[in-house]
């Protein structure tokens, strides 16, 4: 294993692995880690083949070879990706003789797509477009508790972010409930915490911080802001979070915080909040393995600083005891204590506004059969055709 890969960190625990017959192994770790098996149900950590990996090198990711029900085909760039059937497959053919994934960034031009018959699927349909395809007879639109967390994070390194009452404060100044309802048209459910009640060791419990503009001002005249301040939102243009930062802007005025709002491109975006060039800026997290660790060490851990994923800049010594406790403890109602201890630090600490929950909007032709979404977004295909 590469340790410089950039998803090393996933199977960083892992010693040694021992061949057990043809079809079995051992993975030996280096010391406990409770998260190791949802870690390996990360796309990253899928079965490659060695000899291919080997032969090809750094062009290896243009020819790929797997074990999957599906082998590589064509890759057009910035187009298209296609996969034809596997008949080898040790689990038997799949069903589609060929898979085509093509590339439309825009949710209207996804949508016209599946209407119009051009594609047989289409994933992350935005809020609106699946309203309108879900009223087509022939189109079957499918809705399911997600994995993603959508969140304003402060720059804490920053004044007046460091201020615990301020970043407390600003949490009280928004309608995150009404925010919600309109970005998402009725597809999320406000966010009380970090996590999604979907992720193992989500803390429902934690209530939220409500709206309250006369507190927000309160706490604001105690950090020593009773007249407000200037400050920004980034944003990159994703729809749903320029709504937000738009909603937000108006609500901030209202407690005197004077806002603007700057929008990017996501590539620069990344990198400078990587750098911690921003003041509060708009993001989300999918915790695609469905694990707390995977939600919340990167985001919160103090290791995990700038383009790791913690862009917030939080540092709390007793949140990295407590999630490096649930990574080493395999003990499921031990990790349940300590992200439920961790959350409520954070939670109070307020590093983010915690905002939404989105479910995931997918959308087939009603012919295509065997199609179930995942969470994740990572949907598997193997059963899937059309009939």
């Known amino acids: 294993i590469a340790d410089k890969a950039p998803a090393a960190y996933l199977v960083a625990a892992l010693d040694k692995v021992e061949v057990i017959d043809a079809l079995n192994f051992r993975m030996i770790l280096k010391y406990p880690f409770g998260p190791f098996v949802t870690h390996l149900a990360h796309t990253a950590t899928s079965i490659v ?3 291919a990996v080997t032969a090809g090198g750094a062009d290896y990711g243009r020819n790929p070879v797997g074990t999957g029900p599906f082998k590589f ?7 298209s990706i296609t996969l034809a059937a596997y008949d080898a497959y040790h689990l038997g053919a799949p069903k589609a003789k060929t898979i085509r994934f093509r590339f439309i960034p825009e ?5 016209i797509a599946l209407e119009t018959g051009e594609a047989d699927i289409v994933y992350d349909v935005g809020p609106n477009d699946y309203k309108n ?5 022939e189109i079957d639109a499918k809705r399911i508790a997600g994995l993603t967390t959508f969140y304003m994070g402060f720059n804490m390194a920053k004044k007046p972010f460091d201020d615990v009452r301020v970043r407390r404060a600003i949490n009280l100044a928004l309608d995150v409930d009404t925010a919600t309802r309109v970005a998402f048209e009725g597809f999320a459910v406000p966010a009380k915490g970090p996590l999604a009640p979907t992720v193992q060791f989500a803390d429902t419990s934690l209530p939220g911080y409500g709206y309250d503009p006369a507190k927000a001002k309160q706490l604001l005249a105690e950090a020593g802001y009773a007249n407000g301040f200037k400050t920004s939102i980034w944003t990159n243009n994703n729809p749903i979070r320029v709504k937000f930062a738009e909603i937000f802007q108006e609500q901030l005025r209202q407690v005197g915080i004077e806002c603007a709002i700057e929008i990017m491109e996501f590539a620069p975006y990344l990198d400078r ?3 911690g060039e921003h003041d509060m800026f708009m993001l989300g997290w999918v915790a695609v393995t469905g694990d707390a660790d995977y939600g919340m060490y990167s985001l919160f851990h103090s290791t995990q ?13 007793k949140v990295d005891e407590l999630l490096d406790k649930g990574r080493v403890s395999v003990n499921p109602e031990d990790r349940r204590a300590a992200y439920a201890e961790a959350q409520k630090l954070v939670y109070e600490d307020a590093p983010w506004v915690f905002l939404a929950f989105r479910e995931d909007l997918n959308a087939t032709r009603n012919y295509v059969k065997g199609f179930v979404p995942h969470a994740a977004g990572h949907h598997n295909l193997y059963k899937v055709y059309n009939e």
Do not use: Q, S
Request: charged share 30%.
């Open 133 to 137: 395809l879900d009223a087509i007879p």
């Open 73 to 79: 085909v064509e890759w057009k760039a910035g187009d």
């Open 107 to 111: 949710d209207a031009n996804r949508a």
């Open 305 to 317: 600083f700038g383009d790791a994923g913690n862009r917030t800049f939080y540092k709390n010594p």
């Open 49 to 51: 083949n060695e000899k």
């Open 273 to 275: 909040t990587a750098l």
